[in-house]
């Protein structure tokens, strides 16, 4: 089992940059394929980006790609997101993920989930 929280999310004004931060606890984080999802009001919730276990393959959504970049520190314990370039689009709850599987987009298929934090892009 896995615990996530999530910090650096905030507000920013369009064309800025933030990064996410996902802190997990226990021994094993290097066994879990880890994915970034976010949720705007009224909206589903939606795949963003995901970094297998190694970190050596990555898997992003169109809306994202060129401007997110996620990357792992399995010594740390810790998945990153870099955001740039955001739009008033990508505001939302971002929310970190992870499975003992191989990449999914669909949020049904993570088992751990933290508690979000909000990213909210001004315009």
């Known amino acids: 089992q896995v615990q996530l929280v999530e910090s650096g999310g905030g507000l920013v004004q369009a064309g800025g940059s933030l990064r996410l931060s996902c802190a997990a606890s226990g021994r094993t984080f290097s066994s879990y394929t880890m994915a970034w999802f976010r949720q705007a009001p009224g909206k589903e919730r939606e795949f963003v980006v995901a970094i297998a276990r190694s970190g050596g393959s990555t898997y992003y959504a169109d809306s994202v790609k060129g401007r997110f970049t996620v990357s792992r520190d399995n010594a740390k314990n810790t998945v990153y997101l870099q955001m740039n370039s955001l739009k008033p689009e990508d505001t939302a709850v971002y929310y970190c993920?992870?499975?003992?599987?191989?990449?999914?987009?669909?949020?049904?298929?993570?088992?751990?989930w933290g508690q979000g934090t909000q990213v909210t892009v001004s315009s």
């Open positions: 993920a992870a499975r003992l599987l191989g990449v999914a987009p669909n949020p049904s298929g993570y088992a751990y």
